[in-house]
């Protein structure tokens, strides 16, 4: 630590690896009926607090078009509803009626122009004059001859009342999606060149990928793949869909010896991280072991890393200690056998296994460890790398959200420079934080690498560390800079100088002006012919459209979503294209009347209420998440239940609960719970309504330093619940501003000042 204080360590760059476990990162996608919007990750956050999702929202336009690309319409979620076109008037009325709450009714209907459809407009939305409804009731027949590979229907249809129609690419979707195999390779081929960044297009890439990889048809995989899709990066860097595609190409490029060393470096991390990859690595890894790449030392290290974990199966242990060979080998099977008492490390006969069982230990029992260190040294002789990763599982162990002062000391005296690795600083940084060691702060910060001293929130943290170091004018000028940046350090920033928060509102006017261009973008008319059918492949269209268009046509479309009552969509048509400033439709007023009605009822505000439902569903009232959660404000059917019992309320089940009604009701009647078990403070009640009441009592400080809610939020052990909370309270912020005018500090001073 004190070489890490006197300079840069110039080697981070090359040495940096994190011990960390990451989170989970949530999808939201927009290719099913109901969009689950987890409060996980988002990826990477522009600004630091804004939502991003692998479906819809990334930091630069490269990643934008990547992550439109990653997440099409899956073969399941296809089979939807998309009715005869006598019921397709119906189901939009349905829709609509639904929606009654949300629809901004004070503002006159906007049309969509009819080059849009087949034909004149009515309902001042979707044509429904007899020729359209024929030509959608043909397409629903003809998909279903697509999606069975009657290739001979589909062309009698695309010849006759289909011909020239906006969805025909879809057909041949359908078509190619029927039966994915060497012979229509051409076809596919085809398909994807006519529009390569088309998300059909990387669909249809993917299947085919696939499938000529099972058959050992590598060249094909190269070329319909066309490109490296992520040159240079590592796994930890790619979400799940990324991961696989770039495994397919590299997996092809090993066995047609055209890969180079990203190859061999991607497939070697994947394997020895021991982390769980998708199935379509599987091919890569059994090809890089072919090439002769899998050697007894990346054995090694990935049963290495296995030992170390707390949640790894014995089965999965013993088998990858038993294909190690050798020395090693033997070693490793000892050491497994005393997986679950790793404390008896020198009962063991061998040295090397007692190492193994030692870092067991150490994972498990770090200030133990800590304490036995020079001991097992001088009966283990343990080489200079094995003391190495010996003293780097300590380290994170003892940095730990359960670290006392003596683990930082212990820490900064052993630890030598080199060994600090950023995800070690980082957590260095929390602890230095958490114990108010301002001294610390500045060095540790510029030790890090560019993207990570240059983020929102360690600048934050920089400007209070030079004014408690004696800097004042420097560190005041560091925090009016973050104080311009509209995110949760940018306002926590704001309120900490006096400063107005940065909002920076630039939304489109509400009018019916119609950009001249609208009715000649192929996306829009594809879009609303799908919408016309409630077909879920709409949402393709409608990525496509902010992505692709220009502003004027994404933003006038975002109105038309919210005046619709697609609140989901409107959100998605900026932030999917990256146009942060438009904060009308990236925190649309949904269901404004029933929001104002229960904030009243529960005493919660009604800012606070949409912060929640913002983060949680992004305002889509029919999610349903990957463990249950139901609806605008993601609530669980059991914590549903229990609301209900407890406030008289009669439970009608899990369906219930997505009627914004019934939903909002009882997330606030919830949150008001919270509110007054954690006496109306929203740090704790975010934080409990993410990760659940109990932990958030855990996490309580117990040695009486005083510290503020920025020190704890920074400091939550959850990295999905600290973000999750500066989301919640940034939203809050936000909300409040366009609700009601206020520039409202990010916190109140009850909440900055509480006892944490």
Same mark, same amino acid.
């Given at each position: 630590?004190?070489?890490?204080? &006197?300079?840069?360590?110039?080697?981070?760059?090359?040495?940096?690896?994190?011990?960390?476990?990451?989170?989970?990162?949530?999808?939201?996608?927009?290719?099913?009926?109901?969009?689950?919007?987890?409060?996980?990750?988002?990826?990477?956050?522009?600004?630091?607090?804004?939502?991003?999702?692998?479906?819809?929202?990334?930091?630069?336009?490269?990643?934008?078009?990547?992550?439109?690309?990653?997440?099409?319409?899956?073969?399941?979620?296809?089979? *939807?509803?998309?009715?005869?076109?006598?019921?397709?008037?119906?189901?939009?009325?349905?829709?609509?009626?639904?929606?009654?709450?949300?629809?901004?009714?004070?503002?006159?209907?906007?049309?969509?122009?009819?080059?849009?459809?087949?034909?004149?407009?009515?309902?001042?939305?979707?044509?429904?004059?007899? *020729?359209?409804?024929?030509?959608?009731?043909? !397409?629903?027949?003809?998909?279903?001859?697509?999606?069975?590979?009657?290739?001979?229907?589909?062309?009698?249809?695309?010849?006759?009342?289909?011909?020239?129609?906006?969805?025909?690419?879809?057909?041949?979707?359908?078509?190619?999606?029927?039966?994915?195999?060497?012979?229509?390779?051409?076809?596919?081929? #085809?398909?994807?060149?006519?529009?390569?960044?088309?998300?059909?297009?990387?669909?249809?890439?993917?299947?085919?990928?696939?499938?000529?990889? &099972?058959?050992?048809?590598? &060249?094909?995989?190269? @070329?319909?793949?066309?490109?490296?899709?992520?040159?240079?990066?590592?796994?930890?860097?790619?979400?799940?869909?990324?991961?696989?595609?770039?495994?397919?190409?590299? @997996?092809?490029?090993?066995?047609?010896?055209?890969?180079?060393?990203?190859?061999?470096?991607?497939?070697?991390?994947?394997?020895?991280?021991?982390?769980?990859?998708?199935?379509?690595?599987?091919?890569?890894?059994?090809?890089?072991?072919?090439?002769?790449?899998?050697?007894? $030392?990346?054995? $090694?290290?990935?049963?290495?890393?296995?030992?170390?974990?707390?949640?790894?199966?014995?089965?999965?242990?013993?088998?990858?200690?038993?294909?190690?060979?050798?020395? =090693?080998?033997?070693?490793? /099977?000892?050491?497994?056998?005393?997986? +679950?008492?790793?404390?008896?490390?020198?009962?063991?006969?061998?040295?090397? &296994?007692?190492?193994?069982?030692?870092?067991?230990?150490?994972?498990?029992?770090?200030?133990?460890?800590?304490?036995?260190?020079?001991?097992?040294?001088?009966?283990?002789?343990?080489?200079?790398?094995?003391?190495?990763?010996?003293?780097?599982?300590?380290?994170?162990?003892?940095?730990?959200?359960? +670290?006392?002062?003596?683990?930082?000391?212990?820490?900064?005296?052993?630890?030598?420079?080199?060994?600090?690795?950023?995800?070690?600083?980082?957590?260095?940084?929390?602890?230095?934080?958490?114990?108010?060691?301002?001294? !610390?702060?500045?060095?540790?910060?510029?030790?890090?690498?560019?993207?990570?001293?240059?983020?929102?929130?360690?600048?934050?943290?920089?400007?209070?560390?030079?004014?408690?170091?004696?800097?004042?004018?420097?560190?005041? =000028?560091?925090?009016?800079?973050?104080?311009?940046?509209?995110?949760?350090?940018?306002?926590?920033?704001?309120?900490?100088?006096?400063?107005?928060?940065?909002?920076?509102?630039?939304?489109?006017?509400? #009018?019916?002006?119609?950009?001249?261009?609208?009715?000649?973008?192929?996306?829009?008319?594809?879009?609303?012919?799908? !919408?016309?059918?409630?077909?879920?492949?709409?949402?393709?269209?409608?990525?496509?459209?902010?992505?692709?268009?220009?502003?004027?046509?994404?933003?006038?479309?975002?109105?038309? $979503?919210?005046?619709?009552?697609?609140?989901?969509?409107?959100?998605?048509?900026?932030?999917?294209?990256?146009?942060?400033?438009?904060?009308?439709?990236?925190?649309?007023?949904?269901?404004?009347?029933? !929001?104002?009605?229960?904030?009243?009822?529960?005493?919660?505000?009604?800012?606070?209420?949409?912060?929640?439902?913002?983060?949680?569903?992004?305002?889509?009232? /029919?999610?349903?998440?990957?463990?249950?959660? *139901?609806?605008?404000?993601?609530?669980?059917?059991?914590?549903?239940?229990? /609301?209900?019992?407890?406030?008289?309320?009669?439970?009608?089940?899990?369906?219930?609960?997505?009627?914004?009604?019934?939903?909002?009701?009882?997330?606030?009647?919830?949150?008001?719970?919270?509110?007054?078990?954690?006496?109306?403070?929203?740090?704790?009640? +975010?934080?409990?309504?993410?990760?659940?009441?109990?932990?958030?009592?855990?996490?309580?400080?117990?040695?009486?330093?005083?510290?503020?809610?920025?020190?704890?939020?920074?400091?939550?052990?959850?990295?999905?619940?600290?973000?999750?909370?500066?989301? *919640?309270?940034?939203?809050?912020?936000?909300?409040?501003?366009?609700?009601?005018?206020?520039?409202?500090?990010?916190? +109140?001073?009850?909440?900055?000042?509480?006892?944490?």
């Amino acid at each position: 630590m004190k070489k890490i204080l &006197a300079k840069k360590n110039k080697s981070f760059a090359s040495t940096c690896f994190s011990l960390c476990a990451t989170g989970c990162i949530g999808l939201i996608t927009f290719a099913q009926t109901a969009v689950y919007a987890s409060p996980a990750g988002y990826g990477q956050i522009r600004p630091y607090a804004e939502v991003q999702s692998t479906a819809q929202n990334q930091t630069n336009s490269k990643l934008a078009r990547e992550d439109k690309k990653n997440n099409a319409v899956s073969k399941k979620n296809n089979n *939807v509803r998309s009715n005869k076109a006598s019921s397709s008037r119906q189901s939009i009325s349905n829709r609509r009626s639904h929606q009654g709450n949300s629809a901004k009714t004070s503002v006159p209907t906007m049309r969509i122009p009819s080059a849009t459809v087949d034909s004149p407009v009515s309902d001042g939305y979707i044509s429904y004059d007899a *020729v359209s409804q024929k030509r959608r009731e043909a !397409y629903v027949e003809a998909k279903d001859l697509a999606r069975s590979g009657d290739e001979k229907g589909v062309r009698t249809y695309k010849e006759g009342i289909l011909k020239d129609y906006a969805l025909n690419v879809y057909l041949d979707y359908y078509l190619l999606q029927s039966n994915v195999a060497p012979e229509n390779f051409s076809a596919a081929l #085809s398909f994807v060149r006519k529009d390569e960044d088309h998300e059909l297009s990387l669909m249809i890439s993917d299947l085919y990928a696939d499938k000529m990889g &099972a058959l050992g048809k590598y &060249a094909f995989v190269l @070329e319909i793949m066309g490109r490296d899709p992520h040159q240079g990066s590592m796994p930890d860097e790619l979400n799940v869909k990324q991961k696989a595609r770039q495994c397919r190409w590299y @997996e092809a490029s090993l066995m047609q010896n055209k890969a180079g060393e990203a190859a061999v470096s991607f497939a070697t991390a994947l394997y020895v991280s021991a982390k769980p990859y998708p199935e379509a690595c599987s091919g890569l890894i059994g090809a890089w072991s072919a090439k002769g790449y899998m050697t007894n $030392a990346s054995k $090694a290290r990935r049963f290495q890393n296995l030992l170390i974990k707390r949640n790894v199966g014995d089965n999965e242990l013993k088998t990858a200690a038993h294909e190690l060979e050798g020395d =090693e080998g033997m070693a490793a /099977v000892k050491a497994a056998e005393l997986r +679950s008492e790793p404390e008896r490390y020198a009962d063991l006969d061998d040295r090397r &296994a007692r190492v193994l069982s030692f870092e067991r230990f150490a994972s498990l029992n770090p200030q133990d460890a800590a304490r036995q260190l020079d001991l097992f040294e001088n009966e283990c002789r343990p080489t200079s790398t094995e003391k190495h990763e010996i003293l780097r599982i300590i380290a994170a162990g003892r940095l730990g959200n359960q +670290s006392d002062e003596s683990d930082l000391i212990w820490v900064d005296e052993n630890l030598p420079a080199a060994l600090w690795t950023e995800g070690l600083i980082e957590k260095r940084l929390r602890r230095a934080i958490w114990f108010r060691q301002w001294k !610390y702060i500045v060095p540790l910060i510029e030790a890090m690498g560019d993207t990570g001293r240059n983020g929102i929130n360690w600048q934050y943290w920089k400007g209070r560390a030079l004014i408690n170091t004696g800097k004042k004018q420097e560190g005041l =000028e560091l925090l009016r800079k973050v104080a311009h940046d509209r995110s949760f350090f940018g306002f926590a920033a704001a309120q900490l100088m006096g400063m107005h928060p940065y909002y920076g509102n630039s939304s489109l006017k509400r #009018s019916d002006k119609l950009p001249d261009t609208l009715g000649d973008v192929a996306a829009v008319k594809r879009f609303f012919e799908l !919408y016309a059918m409630n077909d879920p492949a709409r949402f393709i269209e409608w990525r496509e459209i902010a992505l692709n268009t220009d502003d004027e046509t994404a933003l006038f479309l975002a109105e038309w $979503a919210l005046r619709t009552g697609e609140h989901q969509l409107a959100i998605s048509a900026v932030t999917t294209g990256m146009r942060w400033d438009a904060l009308d439709y990236r925190f649309p007023q949904s269901y404004l009347n029933l !929001y104002k009605s229960h904030a009243v009822s529960s005493g919660v505000s009604l800012a606070y209420l949409y912060g929640i439902s913002r983060q949680e569903s992004m305002l889509n009232p /029919v999610v349903r998440s990957p463990v249950g959660a *139901v609806g605008l404000m993601q609530l669980m059917p059991a914590t549903a239940k229990t /609301v209900a019992k407890k406030n008289g309320w009669r439970y009608q089940g899990s369906g219930a609960l997505t009627d914004p009604d019934t939903n909002i009701r009882y997330g606030a009647a919830y949150l008001n719970e919270l509110l007054g078990k954690f006496k109306d403070n929203r740090v704790l009640a +975010s934080a409990g309504y993410n990760a659940g009441p109990g932990r958030v009592a855990r996490w309580k400080s117990k040695d009486g330093m005083k510290r503020d809610a920025f020190m704890y939020i920074e400091n939550i052990p959850f990295n999905e619940t600290r973000t999750y909370v500066q989301r *919640v309270l940034f939203y809050t912020a936000v909300y409040e501003k366009l609700l009601s005018g206020r520039n409202i500090p990010l916190l +109140s001073e009850s909440e900055r000042n509480f006892s944490y």
